[in-house]
C-alpha cells in the first residue's frame, strides 16, 4: 500500500514539475502575433484555396499584414468587397479585380463521345488520363469522373447526366482551383458577363478532330471571318474568344450562328445574381469589420 502511495505522490510531483517547465518555456519563448492578422483572416473567406498563391487563408493574412509588398487583392474568391476591406485594414491600395467564373471548353459528353475502351479503375480524371489519355477518342476532352467538382471548395460544380460538369455560377468565385487540378486543361476561367464560350479544347486538324467528337471545333475560321470586332482568333486548330473585346462591344454575335458544329455556345452568365452575392457579401464583411473593431478595442 505504502509502494503504491509512493508511486503516486512521485508520478504527480514530476507531472508538477514538467508542467512548470512548459508553462515557463511557453511564456519566455512565446511570439506575440499581430491581432490584425488575425482581423484579416477572419473576413476571407476561408475556401483555403491556393488561389492567392499561399498555403490557405491565414498564411496569406499573415503575408499582407507583415509584407508591404504583399497586394490586398490576391484573394480572388473574396472579389472587390474583401480586397477593399484587407486594404482598409492594411493601409494598402488594392487595385480592381475582374469578376470571373469557370468556363467548361468541352462538350464531348456520355452521348457525343467516341470511346478508345472500357475504362475500369480510380474514378479520378488524373488516374483515367495516365492510361492511355483517359477513355474518350479526343486526348483533349473532359475525363469525366468529376475530379474538378470533388475539389471545388465552393461546392460549385456538379457533374451532369453526359458527364460533363456544371458550373452554378451564383456559387463559384473564380478561384481556379478546378482549372489548376484538370489534367486535360479543360476548365478555363472567362469574365462575368461574356457573351459566348468556345466549348472545346481540342487542337487536332478539322477532319481529325470531327472524326473523335461532332462538336469539335475544325478550326475552320468561320467564327473568326464574321466576328466584326476582330474578337476571336484561330491559333493550333482551335477558335478563341478574347472576352474583353467580347464583353465590351458585342451584344448580337453572329458568330453563333456561322460555326458548323456549334461549338461556338452562348455563354449565359448570371450577372444579377452573382451582383446581388457581391452586394451580400460586401455587408457581411463590413459587419464582421466592425465586429472585430469593437473586440479590438475592447482589449
Known amino acids: 500500500m505504502n509502494t503504491a502511495i509512493m508511486v503516486v505522490v512521485v508520478m504527480t510531483t514530476i507531472g508538477l514539475i514538467f508542467g512548470l517547465v512548459l508553462a515557463f518555456a511557453n511564456r519566455a519563448f512565446s511570439i506575440e502575433v499581430n491581432p490584425l492578422i488575425h482581423i484579416v483572416e477572419d473576413i476571407l473567406p476561408k475556401g483555403q484555396c491556393g488561389a492567392c498563391g499561399y498555403a490557405g487563408c491565414m498564411a496569406y493574412a499573415e503575408a499582407v499584414v507583415t509584407d508591404p509588398n504583399v497586394a490586398p487583392n490576391l484573394c480572388i474568391p473574396g472579389k472587390k468587397p474583401i480586397a477593399d476591406l484587407v486594404a482598409d485594414l492594411t493601409g494598402k491600395k488594392a487595385a480592381d479585380i475582374e469578376p470571373r467564373v469557370a468556363q467548361i471548353k468541352c462538350n464531348n459528353g456520355i452521348s457525343e463521345a ?20 483517359g477513355p474518350k477518342g479526343c486526348q483533349y476532352g473532359c475525363v469525366g ?3 474538378c467538382a470533388k475539389i471545388c471548395p465552393f461546392d460549385a460544380l456538379s457533374m451532369g447526366a453526359d458527364g460533363l460538369p456544371i458550373v ?3 456559387k463559384c468565385t473564380g478561384c481556379g482551383k478546378c482549372s489548376l487540378i484538370c489534367p486535360k486543361h479543360v476548365i478555363g476561367m472567362v469574365p462575368i458577363g461574356s457573351h459566348v464560350a468556345v466549348l472545346c479544347n481540342s487542337k487536332d486538324k478539322g477532319a481529325k478532330a470531327k472524326k473523335v467528337c461532332a462538336v469539335a471545333c475544325t478550326g475552320c475560321g468561320l467564327c ?4 466584326p470586332y476582330d474578337a476571336i482568333k484561330i491559333e493550333n486548330n482551335l477558335a478563341w474568344v478574347d472576352s474583353n473585346i467580347c464583353l465590351e462591344k458585342c451584344s448580337d454575335p453572329v458568330c453563333l450562328a456561322k460555326c458548323p458544329t456549334g461549338a461556338i455556345n452562348p455563354l449565359t452568365v448570371e450577372a444579377k445574381k452573382t451582383a446581388i452575392i457581391q452586394k451580400e457579401a460586401a455587408a457581411k464583411a463590413k459587419k464582421e469589420k466592425l465586429a472585430q473593431k469593437e473586440k479590438t478595442e475592447q482589449k
Open 224 to 227: 473568326a471571318k464574321n466576328c
Open 145 to 147: 469522373f468529376g475530379t
Open 114 to 133: 467516341i470511346k478508345k475502351y472500357t475504362y475500369v479503375g480510380v474514378e479520378d480524371c488524373i488516374a483515367a488520363s495516365m492510361v492511355q489519355g
Open 168 to 170: 452554378d455560377e451564383a
